[in-house]
């Protein structure tokens, strides 16, 4: 049973440009939730959703930031004109219904020139 | 809103020696999960506490919550070089794993 899976690791984006990291949450799971770390800080939520709907995107920024979860097909959090604050680790976690575990995925690491 | 807070930030311990992190709650917690961030990796799960009092192990790692469920430590005995990396405790307020992270402790093991 592979575990989350995060794709790209690294992404590499200029100024403007858009941004999109891909989920594949556990085989089972229904829930995902991304966090970003930005250098030297700690995980900060940032949206939580099952297939189809948003749960919880109280730690998303207003602007630029989207995220969905198909009925088929990974999560993805899609960043509109990136910009240099952006650079940072992104990462996803999927748990199952009802479950106490989440886990992680290796984390995608967006740099903005 | 909910505030954890870890200490140390940072530890260096001799090998072979036992350690401490202490995670502390501002708020009555739903669970409290501990997990192991090495650099540029993924976090890797140690444990879930959801039970005031509660204590699990895994290898050399024991992590106990408290029975006001707001405080939590993780002690590693005879500390190895693979335990070295980043510590995170993860704050879980409404049943949901929508998770509150700690700054984390970075302990590095020294031969």
């Known amino acids: 049973n592979a575990g989350v899976m995060q794709n790209p690791r690294h992404l590499v984006r200029r100024r403007g440009q858009e941004a999109r990291l891909r989920c594949s949450p556990m085989?089972?799971?229904?829930?995902v939730y991304w966090y970003r770390q930005l250098p030297e800080e700690g995980l900060k939520f940032m949206v939580y959703?099952?297939?189809?709907?948003?749960?919880?995107e109280s730690g998303m920024p207003k602007e630029r930031f989207s995220a969905e979860f198909p009925k088929e097909g990974p999560s993805i959090l899609r960043i509109q004109q990136v910009v240099r604050g952006d650079s940072a680790a992104y990462f996803c976690?999927?748990?199952?219904?009802?479950?106490?575990?989440?886990?992680f995925g290796p984390g995608t690491r967006l740099t903005v020139l | 809103s909910q505030e954890l807070e870890q200490s140390p930030q940072s530890l260096i311990v001799q090998e072979g020696k036992n350690l401490t992190i202490n995670c502390t709650s501002s708020?009555?917690?739903?669970?409290l999960y501990w997990y192991k961030q090495k650099y540029g990796e993924g976090l890797i799960f140690l444990m879930m506490?959801?039970?005031?009092?509660e204590e699990k192990s895994h290898e050399k790692i024991t992590a106990k919550l408290d029975e006001k469920k707001q405080q939590s430590s993780l002690h590693i005995t005879a500390s190895q070089p693979s335990h070295a990396g980043i510590y995170l405790c993860?704050?879980?307020?409404?049943?949901?794993?929508?998770?509150?992270f700690g700054t984390g402790t970075r302990l590095t093991i020294i031969p």
């Open positions: 976690a999927s748990s199952a219904s009802g479950a106490l575990e989440a886990f």
């Open positions: 085989k089972g799971h229904s829930h």
């Open positions: 959703l099952q297939k189809e709907n948003i749960i919880d």
């Open positions: 708020k009555t917690l739903y669970g």
């Open positions: 506490l959801q039970k005031g009092g």
């Open positions: 993860g704050a879980d307020n409404f049943g949901n794993e929508k998770l509150t």
